[in-house]
């Protein structure tokens, strides 16, 4: 059985806190997760570009890479680590997904206001790895929905609010109804090829201007 590929192909940054501390047995483990790891993205078609260490360099190698997703392999506290990536993904966030062995409350809460799209505790195997990522994408994906549109929501609001002081100063002006007020500065914008808003946003600067 042929293994599933990942469609459309990503690229994607492993980004690794370091070679930390323990003995033989704890450094053999960690190899082993970080080898369970690729395995799983490279039989699922995943393109890994990199794999980083979780340095003050972080932010500016993700800059410059510019990955579609980001994979944190972390077996205990990754905090320091999600500081550098939340000042590589404070401009243009990404998906990211950490695989840990840490449990605590705290952590999860804090990877959570880092912008984690997925903490996944224990249990790695190569067969997981892409489900995973499908999840975390499919998360991301949808809250960039509902940022977005949040945002187009607040500005329309805010628009409107413009549009409804630039009438009001016409009504008063011009002593005219909220009808024909609302009338002038539309064709007042279409005179000028400009948004309701935008036109209504200069009637308040120049009245901002003389005061």
Do not use: W
């Not at 699922?44 to 890479?65: C, H, K, M, N, T």
């Amino acid at each position: 059985m042929k293994p599933a590929r990942a469609s459309p192909k990503l690229r994607i940054v492993v980004v690794n806190p370091g070679p930390g501390a323990g003995d033989e047995y704890a450094q053999a483990a960690r190899s082993r997760r970080g080898a369970t790891l690729r395995i799983g993205l490279l039989e699922s078609g995943y393109d890994i570009v990199a794999s980083l260490p979780a340095d003050v360099f972080l932010p500016e190698r993700i800059a410059q890479l510019q990955p579609d997703l980001i994979i944190v392999d972390s077996e205990s506290d990754a905090r320091d680590v999600l500081e550098h990536i939340v000042l590589a993904t404070r401009e243009e966030p990404r998906p990211i997904v950490l695989f840990t062995d840490d449990q605590a409350p705290s952590s999860v809460e804090a990877a959570m206001e880092a912008g984690v799209s997925a903490y996944i505790v224990a249990g790695l195997q190569p067969e997981r790895v892409k489900p995973v990522l499908d999840v975390a994408l499919a998360r991301f994906r949808h809250e960039r929905k509902l940022l977005d549109e949040l945002s187009e929501t607040r500005q329309k609001l805010a628009e409107r609010k413009v549009v409804e002081r630039a009438k009001g100063l016409l009504m008063e002006r011009y002593r005219l109804s909220e009808e024909q007020a609302f009338q002038k500065l539309r064709g007042m914008a279409m005179n000028k090829k400009l948004k309701l808003a935008e036109i209504a946003q200069r009637i308040l600067d120049v009245e901002d201007l003389l005061g």
